[in-house]
């Protein structure tokens, strides 16, 4: 897992939803309208839409989308569990996302524009001298014996 936290619009969260759930069966009309979003119920892979004004406008298969006004926030959660994400409004249309990530759920961030491939690539390289590190304290350790 992957710690996520980075600014992004609403529209990105919004494409990262879409992305991940439902983008082959979503209506186009839905899916260039910037103040529908898909929701899901309670339990494994729910999706839950903050808003001040909310209406449902159809169900298709397992997703509800509704048209959403002054969205405040997001809470997304993948059905494998594996990723779980929030989405808080900080001004306007623009909000932080926090959580875990999945590697498949950096791909659909990277791809809706939540985080850049640069910040994918500097996330890889930390990791990697941290892995180097504790391999290299590993090895000091057993020579030591």
């Keep these: 897992m992957v710690l996520i936290e980075a600014a992004c619009s609403l529209e ?4 990262f939803i879409i992305i991940s759930t439902c983008r082959s069966f979503i209506p186009e009309s839905y899916m260039h309208d910037f103040e529908i979003f898909p929701e899901r119920e309670e339990g494994p892979g ?8 909310k209406v449902t406008l159809k169900k298709i298969r397992e997703m509800t989308f509704v048209n959403a006004k002054e969205v405040l926030g ?18 306007r249309k623009n909000g932080k996302v926090t ?19 640069d910040w994918v ?5 930390s990791s990697k001298h941290s892995n180097e590190g504790n391999n290299d ?9």
């Excluded at 990105?12 to 494409?15: K, L, V």
């Excluded at 999945?102 to 850049?116: F, H, K, Q, W, Y």
């Excluded at 690539?121 to 390289?125: A, D, H, R």
């Design 99 to 117: 959580g875990n990530a999945s590697p498949n759920a950096l791909v659909n961030l990277v791809e809706s524009d939540v985080i850049t491939q």
């Design 46 to 53: 729910a999706i839950y839409i903050e808003a001040a004004d």
């Design 12 to 15: 990105s969260f919004r494409r």
């Design 74 to 91: 997001i809470i997304y959660s993948s059905k494998s569990g594996n990723t779980n994400l929030k989405w808080r409004q900080t001004r």
């Design 137 to 145: 304290l590993g090895k000091n350790t057993n020579s030591n014996r």
């Design 121 to 125: 690539n500097s996330y890889l390289e």
